[in-house]
């Protein structure tokens, strides 16, 4: 019950209190960090413990994506990796369908992930993403690879 409160609060909240993508460049500036690196297969990230499927609003935030991934636990800084894969189960490593890093992991604190993840991705990306505000969101909150990951 708590949880479907949340999500009701996080969908219709920010349509009360808009703002631009300006407003939250000194939040996106504070990026990611101690990040694990994303499994480059759906299967992989399947089997890795360290990554769990998360597929809430992926049509939304990654649309193309087939399925999601994000980190189990959060990094020392409360960051999380999210890792998107399209349907042959390839990672995806470009937008809008890549997963893309989270400042504060959503397992780490709701509001945190709300404030400084979900709503700068509204307001930059949100209906325009080909636009420079949304490539700005990706530069803060970047697609993982999978170059680093070693099973
Ligand atoms: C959230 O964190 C707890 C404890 O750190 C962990 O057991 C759980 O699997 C995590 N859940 C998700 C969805 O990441
Ligand atoms: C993967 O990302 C890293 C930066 O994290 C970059 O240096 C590298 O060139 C990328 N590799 C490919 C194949 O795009």
Redesign the pocket.
């Known amino acids: 019950m708590k949880t479907l409160v949340l999500l009701f609060v996080a969908l219709t909240s920010p349509a009360l209190v808009w703002c631009a993508c300006s407003d939250y460049l000194s939040d996106l500036r504070d990026r990611p960090s101690g990040l694990s690196p994303c499994p480059c297969t759906a299967t992989q990230a399947s089997d890795d413990s360290n990554f ?1 499927a ?1 597929n809430w609003f992926i049509g939304t935030y990654h649309p193309g994506a087939d399925s999601c991934y ?1 980190s ?2 959060p990094s020392s800084s409360g960051s999380g990796q999210q890792c998107c894969y399209s349907s042959t189960g390839r990672i995806i490593t470009s937008s809008p369908g890549g997963g893309t890093a989270d400042r504060y992991s959503p ?1 780490y604190s709701f509001w945190r992930h709300r404030r400084y993840d979900v709503l700068p991705w509204n307001a930059c990306c949100s209906g325009q993403l080909d636009s420079s505000d949304c490539a700005t969101y990706f530069r803060y909150r970047p697609i993982d690879n999978c170059s680093r990951y070693s099973g």
């Open positions: 769990e998360s994000r189990a636990r397992n």
